[in-house]
C-alpha cells in the first residue's frame, strides 16, 4: 500500500519538471508576444504613438518584431487597415505569424525622417546581440552615426555581453554617448570620462553644452560635479586633436618629402655629374606616370584578373621609358651643349615644352585617371581622427627603396665607381681609360629612370596630366641646392626638409606664402653656406 503513494509522487515530480524544462526553453519573450494591438499604431497618423510603437519592437527583440523593424527600414512594410503586413515580392505576409495575407487595399507605411532614423537605429539595436560579428560591428557603427538616448537598454545589455575588445571599445562609446542623458550624475560623469578617454576631438560637441550656459546665464547641466568633468574632458580632447593635428602635418609634409625626394634623386645624379641644369627634368616625372597609365590600360584590356599587379609592372616600364627619353635627349642634344649653361638652360626648356605638348597630342590635353589597386585603397588609424592612407604609405616606403637602390649603384657596382670619378675629377677619370662620354650618357638616362620611378608614385596620389612635373621642378632644384649638389644625404635631407618645412607653414600663412618663405630661407642659407649642408669632398670641391 505504501509502494503507490510513492509512485504517484514521483510521476507528479516528473511531471512537474517536464513542465518547468519546457517553460525554460521557451525565450522570455514568448510571454509577452507581440500583438496587433503593438502595432497598429504604425498605421496610425499619431507621431508619440508610432515612436511608442517602435520603442516597443526594440525591447521586444523577438525575431517579429526584428522583421518588423527591418521591413520599415526597407520601406517593404505596409498596412491593411489596423494589420501591419510585409511585402514579399508581389506579395504580402503578416508581419506577426508570417502567413500569406490578402493585402487588396494595402497601404505603404509613411515614416518622416524623424521616425526613418529612429526605425534605422532601432533596427540598429535590434542587432546588437547578433552572433555575426560582421553585423554587430555594422549595428554599431549605425548607432554611433545617429546616436539615440532610447536605445541605452539595449546598448548596456550588449555592452555587458559582448566578448569582442574592439566591438566592447565601440560599444563603450556608444553607451557613454546616450548616458550623457542619464538621470544618474554618476553615470553621466561616467559616460564623459569614456567619452575623454577615447580621445577623438569629434566628440567634443558631445561636453561642449555641459559647460556652456544658456541665454537666461544658466547651466543646462545642474550637476557642479558633471561641469567639471565635461571641462576636464574639452581639454584632453583638445589637447588630442591638437596631437593629431601635428602628426597629420608631420605625416602630409613626409609624403610630399618622399615625391621632392623621387623627383630630386635623379637631378642629384645628373646636376652633380654633367651640371646641366635641366629643365624637363619634371618631363620625365610626367613619362613614368604616363607609363603607368598606360600599363594600366594594358591590364584592363588583356589581364583584368590580374589588375592588382599591374602597379608592379608598371614600376620597371615607368623607368625604362624615362631613362630612354633621357638617353636619347642627352645622346643628341645635350653632349653639344656642355660647358655652356646658359644654352642649356634655353634648350632644355624648350624641349620640356615640346615633350608636353608630344604628350597633349598622343594622350590629350585632359587628364587621365590612374586607378589605385586594391591593396593601396583605405589607410589605418593611427589616432581617432588621423588615418594613414595606404597609397601615401606605399609611396613613402617605395622612395626610401629607390634611395637604398640608387645607394647600391652608386656604392656598389663598377657604373657607379665611374660615376663618382668622373663628378670628382673628369680629366683624371679620362686618363686612366674612363669613357666620360659614355659614363654621361648612362648616367643621365639613370637619373631620368628615377624621375620615372616618381611619376609613377605620382600617379597614385593624383590625376596624370601633361603638366605634372611643372609643379615639382623648381621644388627639386632647391632640394639639390639646399643638401648639396651631388650629394644623396643631402638630396635626402633637402626633400623631406622641405617637405615638412611647406607642410607646417601652410595652416599659418597658406600655400603660396608658405612657398615664398621657404624659398627666402634657401637663398639666405645659401648666402651662408654655398656648398649646401653636404659639401664634396675631392677635387671637384676644389674646382
Known amino acids: 500500500m505504501t509502494r503507490r503513494p510513492i509512485c504517484r509522487l514521483r510521476r507528479s515530480l516528473n511531471v512537474w519538471m517536464t513542465l518547468l524544462a519546457l517553460l525554460c526553453a521557451v525565450p522570455m519573450h514568448a510571454f509577452a508576444a507581440l500583438s496587433a494591438a503593438d502595432l497598429a499604431p504604425l498605421a496610425g497618423d499619431d507621431f508619440d504613438a508610432k515612436s511608442k510603437a517602435i520603442d516597443h519592437l526594440v525591447a521586444d527583440g523577438s525575431p517579429a518584431a526584428q522583421n518588423v523593424l527591418k521591413a520599415l527600414a526597407e520601406d517593404t512594410a505596409a498596412a491593411a487597415g489596423d494589420h501591419i503586413l510585409i511585402q514579399q515580392g ?16 494595402a497601404q505603404s507605411l509613411t515614416l518622416n525622417n524623424v521616425l526613418r532614423a529612429r526605425v534605422a537605429g532601432a533596427a540598429a539595436a535590434a542587432q546588437l546581440g547578433a552572433t555575426d560579428r560582421a553585423v554587430r560591428a555594422q549595428a554599431i557603427e549605425t548607432l554611433l552615426q545617429n546616436p539615440d538616448p532610447a536605445f541605452k ?5 550588449a555592452r555587458q555581453h559582448e566578448a569582442d575588445t574592439q566591438l566592447k571599445k ?36 558631445l561636453l561642449l553644452p555641459i559647460v556652456t550656459r544658456g541665454a537666461d546665464g544658466t547651466y543646462a547641466e545642474a550637476d557642479s560635479g558633471v561641469r567639471s568633468a565635461a571641462q576636464l574632458g574639452l581639454t584632453q580632447l583638445d589637447a588630442a586633436q591638437r596631437r593629431s593635428e601635428f602628426f597629420g602635418t608631420l605625416f602630409a609634409g613626409l609624403s610630399l618629402g618622399s615625391v621632392l625626394l623621387l623627383a630630386a634623386l635623379g637631378l642629384a645624379i645628373t646636376y652633380g655629374l654633367i651640371g646641366v641644369i635641366n629643365m624637363a627634368h619634371g618631363e620625365f616625372l610626367m613619362i613614368g606616370a604616363y607609363a603607368t597609365y598606360v600599363t594600366q590600360v594594358l591590364f584592363q584590356r588583356y589581364l583584368p584578373g590580374a589588375f592588382d599587379a599591374y602597379l608592379v609592372a608598371a614600376v620597371p616600364v615607368s623607368f625604362f621609358a624615362a631613362a630612354a627619353v633621357g638617353w636619347v635627349l642627352e645622346r643628341l642634344v645635350l653632349q653639344r651643349l656642355y660647358g655652356r649653361p646658359l644654352e642649356t638652360l634655353l634648350t632644355t626648356f624648350g624641349i620640356s615644352l615640346l615633350l608636353i605638348q608630344s604628350v ?61 670619378a668622373v663628378t670628382q675629377n673628369r680629366a683624371m677619370a679620362a686618363c686612366v681609360g674612363v669613357k666620360t662620354g659614355r659614363v ?101 670641391a676644389e674646382a
Open 90 to 105: 508581389d506579395a504580402y505576409v503578416d508581419a506577426l505569424s508570417g502567413q500569406p495575407a490578402k493585402a487588396d487595399d
Open 153 to 157: 537598454a539595449p546598448i548596456e545589455q
Open 170 to 205: 565601440r560599444l563603450d562609446q556608444l553607451w557613454a554617448i546616450s548616458a550623457l542623458h542619464d538621470s544618474d550624475p554618476e553615470k553621466r560623469r561616467d559616460a564623459i570620462a569614456l567619452i575623454a578617454a577615447r580621445g577623438d576631438p569629434q566628440m567634443r560637441d
Open 360 to 420: 597633349r597630342t598622343l594622350f590629350g590635353a585632359q587628364n587621365v585617371e590612374v586607378i589605385n589597386p586594391a591593396w593601396m585603397s583605405g589607410g589605418v588609424a593611427v589616432l581617432p581622427n588621423l588615418i594613414l592612407p595606404y597609397n601615401r604609405l606605399v609611396i613613402l616606403g617605395f622612395a626610401l627603396a629607390v634611395v637604398i637602390l640608387t645607394w647600391a649603384v652608386l656604392n656598389l657596382t663598377r657604373f657607379g665607381l665611374f660615376i663618382r
Open 440 to 540: 654621361d650618357s648612362y648616367a643621365f638616362a639613370f637619373g631620368a629612370g628615377i624621375a620615372g620611378l616618381g611619376g609613377c608614385a605620382l600617379s597614385q596620389i593624383g590625376n596624370v596630366g601633361p603638366d605634372l612635373g611643372q609643379g615639382y621642378i623648381i621644388d627639386s632644384f632647391m632640394a639639390v641646392v639646399l643638401g648639396g649638389v651631388g650629394q644623396l644625404a643631402g638630396t635626402i635631407v633637402g626633400a623631406f626638409g622641405l617637405g615638412i618645412a611647406n607642410k607646417l607653414l601652410e595652416p599659418v600663412w597658406g600655400a603660396v606664402l608658405a612657398k615664398i618663405a621657404v624659398l627666402v630661407l634657401i637663398v639666405l642659407f645659401i648666402q651662408k653656406r654655398p656648398q649646401g649642408m653636404f659639401a664634396l669632398k675631392g677635387r671637384s
